[in-house]
């Protein structure tokens, strides 16, 4: 009997560090081959270098000075932040605006409104590519910045009001009640009483829709696409693999590359961020 | 506080014109176009959606869509789930969580480079550099065209990554769910000598019923829009096209923005049902309030 609980044990710890061993292989894959030379890259797989690992000779930066430099990531890297920094901070503005409203006011058509905003998280985006095209044409806007700042703003609304106004309706009513004896008006309460009791989930939303934009690819494919002036990261590395896709020395830094600041986020505010994407992992 | 008529809705006012522009007016239109030609000059009935229904790439689309929806969401749920339990018995439960749940922080794009880098294939006589076909070589075998061969091994192929994203979401929320379970009434089944499999399958699954509701939903909606992994690893050659991927086809390649609309309006259709479940979990929530 002991022996077999003992014997469960193991089987326990070996299925589990498996599964890790499985799941944390081929990024370890991927980082390994970027930092080989090309020939190296192609004459055998990346496991080889396992044979002798410190020894310096085999890596190199040559792939990542090539991809940020002539291949143009450099550039995407800041388009990156040019596109996900304000397509994170407008909605977010606009978003607690409109939960503080449907937590704290009354007026008729609450309920209907909300519940037509938690209907809208799960739209699926394909509903309105075609239109939202179009009237940036007309605009003369598709290509453009505020194209993509726009049409984040507009998707990530549904999700943020909800989550925000979820936050802020579980705030105690008597805090509120105590401003108003004060004589504080609606204005002065959310924004000295309300934005600061809210930061934790402010800073879990605003990194959920942060890395959202940063990992999307559809939205600045559509409106974006064909101006490569303007693509971010996941639209050039999307391009690179289309056109260079045996090119894995080139693949393989700039993948990496597209994943530093996720992983940074990952890394350092865990907490906040592991918040963010349970809250909003249905979003269309 | 005193509120005048018009306070709640200046506060709205920024909200319901990004809203109505971006979702709601979009939504109708696309429904409207959906009924036109390709250039929504000619009115066409529901011609689009007999194309969407009968042709052979929709239909494989289709096919492929609802083999992403069976594999992927078991997978997710499941091994998610599997690792929930197990990890609650070891000590560095949170070095794995972290391995499992870090491709949730990435790109589908740099996650489809990552697999299409396992994934590749070189013929029997050159050194494989995919770490798969090695391993299938090492063991004898002949290398595999894991994103060529249809139509099983390449969609498996495909799903197994959205798996390697998806996994580690599943997981961290079971986690948390049955680390709720109150630990007296596992020990309790124990010693009254239940073994491990009748405690999961009595006491942890009817405890966790409505997280796995929750969760398995997600994945449900997630699985029927999936793009990104199909557009970067095969961009649909080789009978790999998804729904979402034929909209865009459709869309961009063909300037066909009649069947586009309509392929997008029948996605929609498909989440409808989910749309009902979020608001009626909603509703039953706020009664609680």
């Known amino acids: 009997m002991r022996k077999q609980a003992w014997f469960k044990r193991l089987m326990v710890h070996l299925v589990v560090i498996g599964v890790a061993l499985v799941w944390l292989t081929p990024s370890v894959g991927l980082l390994v081959s970027s930092f080989r030379p090309k020939q190296e890259l192609i004459a055998s797989g990346w496991w080889t270098v396992l044979r002798r690992p410190f020894d310096p000779t085999q890596y190199t930066l040559a792939n990542y000075q090539r991809v940020l430099f002539q291949e143009g990531l450099g550039r995407a890297f800041l388009n990156s932040f040019l596109i996900t920094i304000p397509s994170t901070l407008i909605p977010l503005t606009i978003a607690s605006l409109a939960a503080y409203a449907l937590a704290w006011m009354n007026f008729s058509g609450r309920q209907v409104l909300l519940m037509a905003v938690v209907g809208m998280i799960v739209i699926p985006l394909q509903m309105t590519l075609i239109p939202v095209l179009r009237m940036f044409r007309v605009l003369g806007l598709s290509g453009t910045f505020p194209a993509v700042w726009l049409a984040h703003t507009g998707y990530g609304l549904p999700l943020m009001i909800y989550l925000l106004r979820n936050f802020f309706g579980a705030l105690p009513r008597e805090l509120f009640e105590s401003a108003v004896i004060d004589g504080a008006s609606h204005f002065t309460a959310f924004t000295k009483l309300l934005l600061p009791l809210s930061v934790p989930v402010l800073a879990s939303v605003a990194i959920f829709q942060f890395l959202w934009v940063w990992n999307d690819l559809l939205v600045a494919l559509v409106y974006l696409g064909g101006y490569s002036n303007v693509a971010p990261l996941t639209l050039k590395l999307a391009l690179l693999a289309g056109s260079r896709g045996q090119d894995w020395h080139l693949l393989t830094a700039a993948a990496f590359v597209s994943m530093v600041v996720p992983m940074i986020v990952f890394f350092s505010l865990q907490r906040y961020f592991v918040r963010g994407i349970l809250a909003g992992a249905l979003k269309g | ?289």
């Open chain 2, 1 to 289: 506080m005193r509120t005048g008529k018009a306070t709640p809705w200046l506060y709205l006012l920024p909200a319901l014109l990004m809203l109505s522009s971006f979702l709601i007016l979009p939504t109708l239109s696309t429904v409207y176009l959906s009924f036109f030609g390709p250039r929504s000059e000619t009115f066409v009935g529901f011609q689009n959606y007999l194309q969407a229904f009968t042709s052979r790439s929709m239909l494989i689309a289709f096919r492929n869509n609802l083999l992403w929806l069976v594999v992927f969401t078991a997978f997710t749920v499941g091994v998610g789930l599997a690792l929930a339990v197990l990890l609650d018995r070891v000590r560095y439960e949170v070095v794995i969580k972290s391995i499992v749940f870090l491709p949730m922080a990435i790109s589908s794009v740099a996650a489809g480079i990552i697999w299409k880098f396992m994934y590749s294939f070189r013929p029997a006589y050159a050194n494989q550099i995919g770490l798969l076909n090695a391993i299938v070589v090492a063991l004898g075998g002949e290398p595999i065209g894991w994103l060529i061969q249809r139509p099983w091994i390449n969609n498996l192929a495909l799903i197994a990554v959205g798996i390697w994203m998806w996994t580690g979401f599943c997981m961290v929320i079971f986690s948390a769910a049955y680390k709720g379970i109150p630990k007296e009434m596992l020990e309790a089944a124990r010693i009254d000598g239940a073994n491990e499999w009748q405690v999961f399958l009595h006491i942890t699954i009817p405890f966790l019923k409505s997280t796995i509701a929750v969760v398995t939903t997600t994945m449900v909606v997630f699985v029927l829009k999936v793009f990104d992994i199909v557009y970067v690893m095969t961009n649909g050659s080789f009978d790999t096209e998804v729904v979402a991927n034929r909209m865009y086809k459709e869309m961009y390649s063909y300037q066909n923005y009649g069947l586009a609309s309509a392929i997008a309006v029948i996605l929609l259709l498909a989440i409808i049902p989910f749309v009902v479940i979020n608001v009626r979990r909603f509703r039953a929530q706020e009664a609680l309030r």
